[in-house]
Structure formats: structure tokens, C-alpha cells
């Protein structure tokens, strides 16, 4: 005997839950399901943030030919290269 949410009543048989389409699934069919779903949805998850990582890192340290068409990172490392080139040791 079923009851009104589709559960079976009878503690000894494998539960079954009936989906929108009225046919009868196991609690293990629906957690391969679920566990695709979640699979998918990580594997996204991670291809975005790999995205998001690669365009902040190629704001960031870009090489260009001139310090100008570099990134932020190499545009200050530039900058300090420059002060410590120009640094003169005799001069105190």
C-alpha cells in the first residue's frame, strides 16, 4: 500500500518515490542524479573561476614592449628597477 506522498508504508521494501512523470524511482536512482548534477555544476564551477583567474593574472603580469602596454605587477616591478638602477652608491 502506498501513501498519499508515494512512499511505500511497508518498512521492509526498498522505498520508491514516483517522479512527475508517474514512474517509480529508487532512492539510489535519484542520488546518481543528484550526484551527475553535482558533478556538472563543480566541473562548471571550476572552469570559471579558471577563467576568472586567467584574466585577473593577464591584468596583472602582461609583458608588453614598453612598461606602458604591461600589466600592473610589471609595471611596478619596472618602476622599482628603474629607482634602484638609478641609485648612485657615492652619493650618501
Not at 551527475?36 to 596583472?60: D, H, K, P
Request: aromatic share 6%.
Amino acid at each position: 500500500m502506498r501513501s498519499q506522498a508515494g512512499i511505500s508504508d511497508q518498512p521492509w521494501k526498498k522505498p520508491t518515490f514516483n517522479n512527475q512523470h508517474g514512474q517509480i524511482l529508487s532512492q539510489h536512482g535519484q542520488m546518481r542524479g543528484q550526484h551527475g548534477q553535482m558533478i556538472v555544476e563543480y566541473v562548471l564551477l571550476l572552469v570559471v573561476a579558471i577563467a576568472i583567474a586567467f584574466a585577473i593574472r593577464m591584468a596583472l603580469v602582461k609583458t608588453g614592449e614598453t612598461s606602458a602596454d604591461s600589466g600592473a605587477v610589471i609595471k611596478q616591478w619596472d618602476s622599482m628597477e628603474q629607482a634602484i638602477g638609478s641609485d648612485d652608491p657615492n652619493h650618501r
